[in-house]
């Protein structure tokens, strides 16, 4: 599958791109497959959750996702402010209307089935999404599984997936007209080198095939929907929802920030507060389940857009066009660790969130202050590199600790590893490529109580209050 800009970059709602967009991005597909026909009516439909989307899914609001696919809606459209109104009617009348279909029984109560048991055999976000006859027979039986930034595949596409060949990326992309199909930082540098290109410029062609002149404006979709996250989370303010009683800090700080600078008494090391506030306003948007944009994924949604806000608003020469030019390199990037890797933190924690979210950041950075593709990859490398075995074990299955303020620490390393990478030649020990294949074995190492089931780590080690 090419792996386009939009693909990394989709605007949906919070708090879970793998927990809450992918249900319900599978509850609407086995809605269309559904109505398609199955030679018997249906009178009721059932969903069970398995693996982490079970252990976390209450704090995820997968519960809640599953519902709104049933009723149709999509992540991008779905007003969030309209969501709790629609799932409290369903919870209140047990029915889902289904067009074409008429009204189905569900009840949440007893038919969204939360399976503590072993996970599904291919990945550990899994769901099984049933219609039901009259007699409760299964007349249609669907598994999905929630891959991580809100891809969600069929269990067949997904085996078909796994079964292809390590190049199919590549000739897949090839065949399609794409330019330059690298499947590999090393075939990115290579076609680079060859074509006298940079990887904005070789990403830009390959988006281009299907978006030709409409690539800027659909850049800039994605840069606004970030900006005004930013600008929401920055003017918000109280408890986030979930239960932990957290309380939203970025309003706070950014205005602690203003009056610093209008009297001119910040510290040098305050750079590193603006960029932390920036990424910490995405994700309080995130954790009360706002609008907001997969970065590779919701967890991870704070430090791309942290550090567009840094290069926009605080380097020398920032431009429109290197912003778009961020996106592009950081989708880059974003793509090549899904490809070779996982950017799932059930499947391989949260180094394959933030830590991937830290790579791309860094990656678009670099590119747009002036980096070669050598320092560019470099810089991902150093930034991934240094998230490498982070757990993923947040505090009551929510969004909110330790991933708001990691977020905050995964943009200040972006940055600083982008000042590393500028500061040398772009030669380096370790590949970007190896790095990407050690977080992998990483986490397949990494005991499932790590992977955001909220079994094990900072999530049973809570404050007795």
């Given amino acids: 599958m090419f792996l386009s800009v939009f693909d990394i970059f989709k605007i949906g709602v919070g708090p ?42 209450k704090g995820h ?38 067009r074409g279909l008429g009204d189905l029984t569900f009840d949440p109560e007893t038919d969204l089935v939360f399976d503590y048991g072993d996970p599904l055999p291919g990945h550990a976000n899994g769901l099984v999404i049933e219609a039901l006859g009259s007699e409760g027979e299964a007349i249609l039986r669907e598994t999905y599984y929630s891959v991580g930034g809100g891809f969600v595949v069929t269990a067949a596409e997904l085996e078909a997936q796994q079964a292809g060949a390590p190049d199919d990326f590549g000739r897949e992309k090839a065949a399609l007209g794409y330019p330059f199909p690298f499947g590999s930082a090393a075939e990115m540098l290579a076609m680079g080198a060859a074509a006298g290109c940079s990887i904005a410029a070789m990403k830009r062609a390959n988006e281009t095939v299907a978006l030709g002149d409409g690539l800027d ?61 920036y990424a910490m306003a995405v994700n309080e948007e995130n954790a009360a389940g706002g609008r907001v944009v997969t970065s590779p994924t919701n967890g991870a949604a704070g430090v791309v857009p942290a550090v567009l806000r840094y290069y926009r608003d605080h380097c020398f020469g920032a431009t429109r066009e290197g912003q778009r030019d961020v996106l592009l390199v950081a989708a880059a990037i974003g793509g090549l660790i899904k490809h070779n890797a996982s950017i799932s933190g059930a499947e391989v924690g949260c ?56 977020n905050a620490l995964g943009a200040i390393k972006a940055v600083s590893s982008a ?18 294949r050690v977080m992998l074995e990483t986490g397949r190492d990494m005991s499932r109580k790590y992977k955001e089931t909220s079994t094990g780590g900072i999530a049973v080690n809570l404050p007795e209050c």
């Fill in 419 to 436: 000042s590393l990478a500028l500061r040398g030649d772009g030669q380096h020990f370790m590949p970007l490529d190896n790095c990407v």
């Fill in 217 to 277: 404006a659909a850049l800039d979709r994605i840069l606004d929907a970030m900006d005004c996250c930013i600008e929401r989370g920055l003017s918000q303010g109280g408890i986030l929802p979930g239960g932990l009683k957290v309380r939203r800090r970025a309003k706070s700080i950014y205005e602690t920030l203003l009056g610093e600078r209008g009297l001119n008494r910040a510290q040098p090391h305050a750079v590193n507060d603006w960029m932390s506030v």
């Fill in 351 to 406: 180094q394959g969130e933030v830590g991937s979210a830290a790579a791309m950041a860094v990656a678009g950075l670099c590119a747009a202050l002036g980096g070669s593709n050598a320092q560019v990859e470099n810089a991902a490398e150093i930034a991934l590199e240094h998230h490498l075995g982070m757990t993923c074990d947040p505090a009551g299955g929510l969004v909110q600790v330790p991933c708001i303020e990691r």
């Fill in 61 to 98: 609001a997968t519960d809640r996702a599953v519902i709104l696919g049933l009723l149709g809606f999509l992540p991008q459209t779905l007003e969030p402010d309209r969501a709790d109104v629609l799932v409290e009617a369903v919870r209140d009348t047990r029915r889902i209307p289904v």
């Fill in 16 to 57: 879970s791109s793998s927990h809450t967009m992918g249900p319900m991005l599978a509850a609407v597909r086995f809605l269309d497959t559904l109505g398609a026909g199955t030679g018997t009516r249906p009178s009721a439909l059932r969903v069970t959750l398995h693996g982490s989307l079970a252990f976390t899914g």
